[in-house]
């Protein structure tokens, strides 16, 4: 198979740990429901492949994410391989107690950086949606469970357009001091490019937030994922979301598209050196199962031409 | 219109010239012909969104690229915008004397960084390539006409794998040393990660060839065009070839795609303030008027986000 030849390049971690959000914010948005059968295979494919932390689920009300309506069950009857940690997305108090019931080790919040986005996705203000949260990762941390927190619209928003820096900072800020030992800035429209990257990551650092606090987690629906990860690495950061196939878009809004594609990511990264301990061909070869299963291609450019390197291997 | 913010990186040219490669290099590889006034109109359109240099056509024998058999008439017959290039490619002296015939001021010749690509290709030794390119750039230059080189495979071969950095070199300085003003990098089968750039561009370099007499031109193929693009601006080029819609992908070999969308190097461009003259609403709209005539989606992430954008807004 096909393969980066390695060339470092200086100022980039040895290592990054890739946070596999495939099962949950790729899959959430499927219309065709998913056999939990399928998705707990998925999550044992992923872990067989190298990947040591993927959200497997989401507790959000089954009215407004069907698709993830089973998440008792796969997390019930799931495999776990030692080592790897499985997140599960938690929208308050509620599903919270459903993941502790389940014995849940780590779960994710995921607020706004927005006013609009709070209204739509929460239903409150991004000052009440602080006020929701702050329960629920204390309760959490009373457990012994782990809380990272997503941020959404940090780079842009649909409906408000421009989002200023300083105001993704204060929220995020607010996220960690409530005790979360993780962020992930979003860029959920995709239309960050690597300057904005670099300046918020500035922003957060004069707001005493370094980037072992922080994660990214871009769309790829301008083409920007990749490049923009980068200057993430190249401002510290070492965890990065993307997602198996680059599954993640949205039926409802034909202009959102995927996240990062986990083998784009794993590309680069071969190829600069940087360790993932993630077994590309294995990736893949998941990923070219899961578009048959989906019934349609994987939108990750590696997996496509691995897949049609393969055809053409058989002919 | 959706756009990005604009957040400068240190670093970075003020301004890039993209070297539009639609109308060659975008469409020979289509099977289904495409009539000439489509394509007079391409490249009428091109102009008119801002892009300055615009590989028209090629005068390879029209045997082997019948996609681009028309290229007399296409010459003959398209609009010329006031201070744009029209570069054409040529093989061999045969096509330089048509083209010289219908008034072409700039040429592109096509080289090869592996002896496996050379002999196919061209079917000719590496060396054997350089005898029948030196009459053709001599011609050329007493012509009047300038004249730039590609060469390709310098990232990686598909038939002799890795391809070592010095051999690329001592291929480019070839060319260059016949008088060539400038040589396009080809990572052909897109494998390159955005270190192999720098070395690539420190080893030429190291050589006496600076990023001002250099260009590149990557394929998405593995998703890494752009992130290896913004190296090589970090390296100091500042010519960079694009395919807008990110078409080219090859009938004959389904793990060969396009080029770099030119839209969505835009949008990155766009966002770190660099100059390129470009008005990316007028381009997307060219890409997704071409991709109806080619009658499939365009690759171009920004092209499809647009294009799904534009059709929400009407439904």
């Given at each position: 198979?096909?393969?980066?030849?390695?060339?470092?390049?200086?100022?980039?971690?040895?290592?990054?740990?890739?946070?596999?959000?495939?099962?949950?914010?790729?899959?959430?948005?499927?219309?065709?429901?998913?056999?939990?059968?399928?998705?707990?295979?998925?999550?044992?494919?992923?872990?067989?492949?190298?990947?040591?932390?993927?959200?497997?689920?989401?507790?959000?009300?089954?009215?407004?994410?069907?698709?993830?309506?089973?998440?008792?069950?796969?997390?019930?009857?799931?495999?776990?391989?030692?080592?790897?940690?499985?997140?599960?997305?938690?929208?308050?108090?509620?599903?919270?107690?459903?993941?502790?019931?389940?014995?849940?080790?780590?779960?994710?919040?995921?607020?706004?950086?927005?006013?609009?986005?709070?209204?739509?996705?929460?239903n409150r203000t991004v000052a009440e949606s602080m006020e929701m949260f702050a329960p629920v990762v204390a309760r959490?941390?009373?457990?012994?469970?782990?809380?990272?927190?997503?941020?959404?619209?940090?780079?842009?928003?649909?409906?408000?357009?421009?989002?200023?820096?300083?105001?993704?900072?204060?929220?995020?800020?607010?996220?960690?001091?409530?005790?979360?030992?993780?962020?992930s800035l979003g860029d959920t429209i995709g239309v960050g490019t690597p300057g904005h990257v670099t300046a918020l990551?500035?922003?957060?650092?004069?707001?005493?937030?370094?980037?072992?606090?922080?994660?990214?987690?871009?769309?790829?629906?301008?083409?920007q994922a990749l490049v923009n990860t980068l200057a993430a690495l190249r401002g510290g950061v070492t965890e990065v979301?993307?997602?198996?196939?680059?599954?993640?878009?949205?039926?409802?809004?034909?202009?959102?598209?995927?996240?990062?594609?986990?083998?784009?990511?794993?590309?680069?990264?071969?190829?600069?050196?940087?360790?993932?301990?993630?077994?590309?061909?294995?990736?893949?070869?998941?990923?070219?199962?899961?578009?048959?299963?989906?019934?349609?291609?994987?939108?990750?450019?590696?997996?496509?031409?691995?897949?049609?390197?393969?055809?053409?291997?058989?002919?």
């Amino acid at each position: 198979m096909r393969a980066p030849q390695e060339f470092p390049l200086d100022g980039l971690p040895e290592r990054v740990t890739i946070y596999e959000v495939g099962p949950r914010d790729g899959l959430q948005n499927e219309a065709a429901i998913v056999p939990v059968e399928v998705k707990a295979e998925l999550v044992a494919r992923l872990a067989a492949a190298g990947l040591t932390t993927i959200e497997a689920t989401s507790f959000v009300h089954p009215k407004w994410v069907p698709q993830l309506a089973d998440a008792e069950e796969l997390l019930a009857t799931m495999d776990r391989a030692p080592g790897v940690r499985y997140p599960v997305l938690v929208p308050n108090e509620r599903g919270l107690s459903r993941a502790l019931a389940l014995g849940v080790t780590d779960i994710a919040i995921f607020g706004s950086a927005t006013e609009t986005f709070a209204r739509r996705n929460l239903n409150r203000t991004v000052a009440e949606s602080m006020e929701m949260f702050a329960p629920v990762v204390a309760r959490a941390r009373d457990s012994g469970v782990a809380v990272r927190a997503y941020l959404s619209m940090c780079f842009g928003d649909p409906w408000e357009g421009p989002v200023p820096v300083g105001q993704v900072v204060a929220a995020g800020v607010r996220l960690l001091d409530l005790g979360c030992h993780r962020l992930s800035l979003g860029d959920t429209i995709g239309v960050g490019t690597p300057g904005h990257v670099t300046a918020l990551l500035a922003a957060f650092a004069a707001a005493g937030v370094g980037p072992e606090r922080l994660a990214v987690h871009f769309h790829d629906t301008y083409g920007q994922a990749l490049v923009n990860t980068l200057a993430a690495l190249r401002g510290g950061v070492t965890e990065v979301d993307a997602s198996a196939g680059g599954i993640g878009g949205c039926p409802y809004a034909r202009s959102a598209t995927g996240n990062l594609a986990t083998e784009d990511l794993v590309w680069m990264l071969s190829g600069l050196g940087v360790e993932t301990g993630v077994d590309l061909p294995s990736l893949a070869a998941t990923s070219a199962w899961l578009a048959g299963r989906l019934g349609r291609p994987s939108p990750s450019r590696v997996v496509q031409a691995l897949s049609a390197a393969a055809a053409e291997t058989k002919e």
